[in-house]
């Protein structure tokens, strides 16, 4: 499976692209784990970071609704 970020060609992860980052989410809200996504080492250490940084702003949530 190949990496999103790497076939799209996307260098930077934005922490206030929730639609992005939601996909890497679990019904749970946790963040789902590198072998269920595809993502390469790199953009999951990115893409962690972003969706704790959105969390931490308020702009997504901790828990599931």
């Known amino acids: 499976m190949e990496c999103y970020f790497c076939k799209k060609n996307i260098k930077e992860i934005d922490f206030k692209d ?8 679990s019904g749970l809200a946790k ?5 269920r996504t595809g993502v390469c080492s790199s953009h ?4 962690s970071q972003a969706i704790k940084r959105a969390r931490y702003l308020g702009i ?6």
């Open 18 to 25: 929730t639609e992005l980052l939601k996909k890497f989410i």
């Open 31 to 35: 963040i789902r784990a590198k072998k």
């Open 60 to 65: 997504l949530l901790y828990t599931p609704k």
């Open 44 to 47: 999951q250490r990115k893409l």
